[in-house]
């Protein structure tokens, strides 16, 4: 019944790369589920710097392109396409009538936002208290240097104990160096791709 | 009926100044509901730094002292009383239960969630773009709002470890604020001179 509602309200939609798909409180496009491709969700401050708070991949659902069913929700984030994507759109005046009739969907609903909560929190951490995104970039660039190729070949157990840290933190931001481009890895092997990027990342202190 | 049911499965506390309620995802206590005083929200690093996340005041609930009724909630905090504080404590286990049966108690929980996930959000911006002046002004107009006095006491290194900076940062800063006639700064005390101009300071920021 719910499930039809919503499919009812929903439709197909395909965007290309780099298409700017919302942008901050004043719209309201409703939820979007990514069925292939990546979003992009960022903050972009009064200066235009934009820092990416993270992705949203297959099966992932965005949440914020519909801020407008929550009342409580205080703050812009813009969505993009970081490749072409299709999706599902789903009504946000539908989807919060059924949230506010469902306990399953409200606390579906819940879990959502935990999560994206979750890797805010996260970025800030890094970003407060470590520096490590600009501490492992600069490791990497050494290393890439001293190499003098484009790839090296080190584990993720490596780094973790040259830089002081353990190699969970290592492996993620890897994994998000990997999502914004600047390295590929694949068994033990980590690909410079973006040197331009990756000296920006490795300068730029973020306070 | 899940009202009673909550009012049996709370109880009254109280919890003197500098107590610790609350520390990371290991203990799941439960809701708080602050009745009188003041609960300062933080995360710790590694390293033993404290950021302050956000304040509970009267009638603010603490959701995150209760994480595991989420399992998406990837994140620890502390949470710690700032003065005396009553307030009530309500079992984790009994508001998960009512929280999966009742669209509006998750509703309600997603608000309160969306109205954290808004103040850090806010946090994070002050950090990634705001400089430090405004900051510090900010920091401090807050605090003496809170002391609802001119006179605040304070030394630089506490300040700093709050907004996640080093001492000599901050000390230099004051100084500053002390020619501009913002504040005077003496042993321990912080007394705010101009807050007008402190305020001009503090929202100059968002240029």
Same mark, same amino acid.
């Given at each position: 019944?719910?499930?039809? /509602?919503?499919?009812?309200?929903?439709?197909?939609? +395909?965007?290309?790369k780099g298409? @700017?798909?919302?942008?901050?409180?004043?719209?309201?496009?409703?939820?979007?589920?990514?069925?292939?491709? @990546?979003?992009?969700?960022?903050?972009?401050?009064?200066?235009?710097? !934009?820092? #990416?708070?993270?992705?949203?991949?297959?099966?992932?659902? +965005?949440?914020?392109?519909?801020? +407008?069913?929550?009342?409580?929700? *205080?703050?812009?984030?813009?969505?993009?396409? !970081?490749?072409?994507?299709e999706?599902?759109?789903?009504?946000a005046?539908?989807?919060?009538?059924?949230?506010?009739?469902?306990?399953?969907?409200?606390?579906?609903?819940?879990e959502?936002?935990?999560? @994206?909560?979750s890797e805010? /929190?996260?970025?800030?951490?890094?970003?407060?208290?470590?520096?490590?995104?600009?501490?492992?970039?600069a490791?990497?660039? !050494?290393?890439?240097?001293?190499?003098?190729?484009?790839?090296i070949?080190?584990?993720?157990?490596?780094?973790?104990? *040259?830089?002081?840290?353990?190699?969970?933190?290592?492996? @993620?931001?890897?994994?998000?160096?990997? #999502?914004?481009?600047?390295?590929?890895?694949?068994?033990g092997?980590?690909?410079?791709?973006?040197a331009?990027? /990756?000296?920006?990342?490795?300068?730029?202190?973020m306070?």
């Open positions: 019944m719910q499930k039809e /509602m919503l499919e009812m309200n929903s439709f197909h939609r +395909c965007v290309k298409e @700017r798909l919302h942008n901050g409180a004043e719209d309201c496009i409703g939820l979007l589920l990514v069925l292939s491709g @990546r979003l992009r969700v960022f903050t972009v401050s009064d200066e235009g710097k !934009e820092i #990416t708070l993270y992705r949203l991949l297959d099966r992932d659902i +965005c949440l914020f392109s519909a801020s +407008c069913i929550m009342a409580s929700i *205080q703050f812009d984030v813009a969505v993009e396409a !970081e490749c072409d994507t999706m599902m759109q789903i009504s005046a539908i989807y919060q009538k059924i949230m506010r009739e469902s306990a399953a969907v409200a606390n579906y609903t819940n959502l936002m935990a999560m @994206r909560f805010v /929190m996260w970025l800030m951490e890094q970003v407060l208290y470590k520096k490590m995104d600009a501490r492992l970039a490791y990497l660039l !050494e290393e890439f240097s001293y190499a003098e190729t484009e790839t070949h080190m584990t993720h157990e490596e780094i973790a104990r *040259q830089l002081g840290s353990a190699r969970e933190v290592i492996s @993620r931001m890897l994994k998000y160096f990997m #999502t914004e481009n600047l390295i590929s890895v694949s068994r092997k980590i690909t410079l791709l973006d331009e990027a /990756m000296r920006r990342m490795a300068a730029d202190s306070r």
